[in-house]
């Protein structure tokens, strides 16, 4: 028996056919269904109502011909953008999933719109997520706008976790001796195995299965994840039965809620709907989310960032007193722009970074003083973000508190450890080569950006008030750095000249790219590197493990990446309830993500600056994007709509981008009934399975003895 189940026993023959009993047939449009639900809302403000009401509504939403092919036109501007287009229409041999033409699905959808194929607007914007879903990249994301008032729930499954083999690994049944749930066999008739596999694949855009199915169900570092049929955007079923493995069966029917903050007045059928919703300028939609991931530490005393973005602690027990764990819940903020951090605040706080360094150094001097020898990295559940202070970690020096002197060190005030004096500088990993490498496509839009940008740093424009701001804002602007001399070099680090040498042609598997480059790295705040290189890692690479659940994107994915090129040890953990290996780096690792709106503010201040008509005709993508059209009919304008700006590649391997490559852990391990829930339980199994002597048999699969690629 090897253990391997999930939240419904795979059947691994005979297993039946999914069917499209989910989703449910939706029901009819009908005239009362937004009366009835203004009706409860004029009640209470957030009113439970039954999802076929709710689905009945979204229905009657009419799919007005000429706006959607607006909305197509300007998704088919933005998508050019977007980096890996040539490797999803002709993946690489491995990659686990079929060939899409993001664009030629754009154009199929706006032939079926024109053709009145589309019986509502829900109908329509469903195809439209669907099809982006396909590309398996959460940085191409849109989510339209008619999805802005209702969320479908469902609670019979808000807590399920996956079954998992709890004898063999804990020695008795459940933690604290208590039975475990039994597994779910069947959901509304079908096997429950196939039908998560089958929701996953449509409507996840993780690129690798077993991520795609750890992200569908809640953990210690992800408490808020789901699956679609318990939290939706999309109405799925008007109900969900179970059968368990022990006979026992139950049943809840589902119900939609109200978005907080929703205005529904006057919402009275599906044109006013269509009006409120999605006519551009008239309703601003606000985010619906969850709590924020809280952090897992210090639970045994330890240090924690500024955002609660990165905590370090020690297990402090006699079996593992020489154990400490970073716990690495997001890499901080991106530059100052952009996402917010896990605990809320607001992402332009450009001290955040700050207190990331200020936390790793001072949980190095503590590990080095309690003469911690071994260490844990958990990347699961890690949201990414900033690549600039991934890269602070991977090469950060800790130094001495030193509160005198020309520089002195300010103490970090989350950290109780920050009095530790250190003898000697420490780093995580001393023989680190930070490797950047990344392109971004070069197409009509981009190329047009950068003969703007060529005409400001040659101070070719016409003088005036519009056209200097508009400079300012075109080259601050994160998609115009792309290709600005000073903000980007080769991966070797020389200069580019010229914004001409970025745009030099670079022809790659049936795409154009701009020149492979990097981003030139600024000065961070936090501790200066010590002016002599330190002597050896404070852990040697065979005494650290990374933890990873296959969800890992974006700078994480490049932290992630970096360390596997250090030769330690990375352990998956989930996965799906079949055998074989997992892949752990499984999300976006692409470079960069843009918004939607970074696009739209780039090109608005180009096409200021090329004035003259008969040049900015020339121009079309531009001139698309600028308006924005995309961006209004999103349900949430900064959150909602966004490419992959950028390839990552590695250094073994410069022609496929990171993000269609497929590398195994070096050992798949199971979630238990303990650690699923503890991240204090999962780090001392990680460390079980790492440094004892029977720690190998908890490998569910290993690879084959290989060289890592990257």
């Not at 997520?129 to 019979?156: I, M």
């Not at 949201?383 to 030193?402: C, Q, R």
């Not at 400001?456 to 016409?462: A, D, E, K, P, R």
Request: glycine share 8%; proline share 8%.
């Amino acid at each position: 028996d090897d253990g391997l189940a999930g939240a419904a026993t795979a059947q691994q023959h005979g297993a039946p056919t999914l069917r499209r009993d989910i989703p449910s047939p939706i029901p009819a449009p009908t005239s009362g269904s937004c009366r009835l639900t203004l009706a409860a809302w004029r009640v209470t403000a957030a009113p439970k109502l039954p999802a076929e009401l709710a689905a009945a509504c979204l229905r009657s939403v009419p799919n007005h011909q000429q706006p959607a092919v607006k909305l197509i036109q300007s998704l088919r501007a933005y998508v050019q953008w977007h980096s890996s287009l040539a490797w999803l229409r002709h993946p690489p041999p491995a990659y686990p999933f079929p060939p899409v033409d993001v664009d030629a699905g754009l154009a199929r959808l706006g032939a079926q719109v024109e053709a009145h194929q589309f019986a509502s607007e829900y109908d329509f914007q469903v195809q439209l997520g669907r099809l982006l879903a396909s590309a398996r990249d959460p940085h191409l994301v849109f989510e339209g706008d008619v999805f802005k008032p209702f969320l479908f729930r469902n609670d019979l499954l808000s807590d399920i976790v996956p079954k998992i083999d709890w004898t063999r690994v804990s020695g008795r049944r459940g933690t604290n001796n208590t039975k475990p749930w039994p597994a779910i066999l069947r959901i509304n008739g079908l096997d429950a195995t196939v039908l998560v596999e089958q929701l996953g694949n449509e409507r996840t855009s993780l690129p690798d299965p077993d991520g795609m199915w750890n992200s569908h169900f809640p953990t210690y570092a992800a408490p808020d994840r789901s699956l679609p049929l318990s939290l939706s955007s999309e109405f799925l079923s008007k109900g969900i039965s179970i059968e368990y493995e022990d006979g026992s069966t139950s049943f809840q029917p589902s119900y939609a809620v109200l978005r907080p903050h929703v205005n529904f007045t006057g919402v009275c059928g599906g044109q006013a709907f269509y009006r409120r919703f999605c006519s551009p300028g008239l309703e601003a939609s606000t985010l619906w989310a969850g709590p924020p991931r809280s952090s897992h530490g210090p639970p045994l005393g330890g240090t924690l960032s500024g955002d609660a973005s990165i905590a370090g602690s020690f297990l402090n027990t006699t079996r593992y007193n020489d154990v400490a764990v970073l716990d690495i819940m997001n890499f901080g903020t991106d530059e100052g722009v952009g996402a917010a951090s896990r605990s809320g605040r607001a992402a332009e706080h450009p001290g955040l970074v700050r207190y990331v360094r200020l936390t790793v150094s001072d949980f190095l001097e503590a590990s080095e003083n309690n003469r911690m020898k071994k260490l844990v990295i958990d990347l699961t559940g890690s949201a990414g973000t900033s690549l600039p202070a991934a890269i602070a970690i991977l090469e950060l020096v800790s130094t001495l508190h030193d509160t005198r002197g020309a520089n002195p060190r300010p103490p970090n005030p989350f950290s109780p450890w920050a009095g530790v004096r250190s003898a000697h500088p420490k780093q995580l990993f001393p023989d680190v080569k930070v490797s950047q490498i990344e392109n971004a496509g070069l197409h009509d839009g981009l190329a047009s950006l950068g003969r703007a940008a060529y005409k400001v740093l040659g101070n070719n424009i016409t003088s005036s008030a519009a056209t200097t701001i508009s400079s300012v804002r075109l080259l601050s602007n994160r998609v115009t750095q792309a290709i600005l001399p000073g903000r980007v070099t080769t991966p070797g680090g020389r200069e580019f000249a010229t914004v001409s040498e970025i745009l030099r042609p670079v022809h790659l598997h049936g795409g154009t790219f701009t020149a492979y480059q990097q981003r030139v790295r600024a000065d961070l705040p936090g501790p200066p590197a010590p002016p002599a290189r330190p002597g050896p890692g404070l852990f040697r690479p065979e005494d650290i493990v990374v933890l990873v659940d296959g969800t890992c994107h974006s700078a994480c994915a490049f932290f992630y990446e970096t360390t596997r090129r250090l030769n330690v040890t990375a352990l998956a953990v989930g996965g799906r309830p079949r055998r074989g290996m997992m892949h752990s780096a499984a999300a976006s690792r692409g470079a960069q993500m843009w918004s939607c709106e970074d696009i739209r503010d780039a090109a608005s201040s180009a096409l200021r600056i090329l004035q003259s008509r008969d040049e900015t005709s020339l121009h079309l993508n531009l001139d698309i994007v600028s308006e924005g059209y995309a961006v209004t009919r999103s349900r949430d304008r900064a959150l909602s709509c966004s490419v992959s700006g950028k390839n990552m590649f590695g250094p073994a391997d410069v022609e496929t981008p990171l993000q269609f490559s497929q590398q195994p852990a070096d050992c798949r391990i199971l979630y238990t009934m303990e650690t699923v829930g503890d991240a204090k339980a999962m780090w001392r199994h990680v460390a079980d399975v790492a440094w004892t002597s029977e720690g190998q048999r908890f490998c569910v699969a290993r690879p084959r003895p290989q060289a890592y690629v990257a």
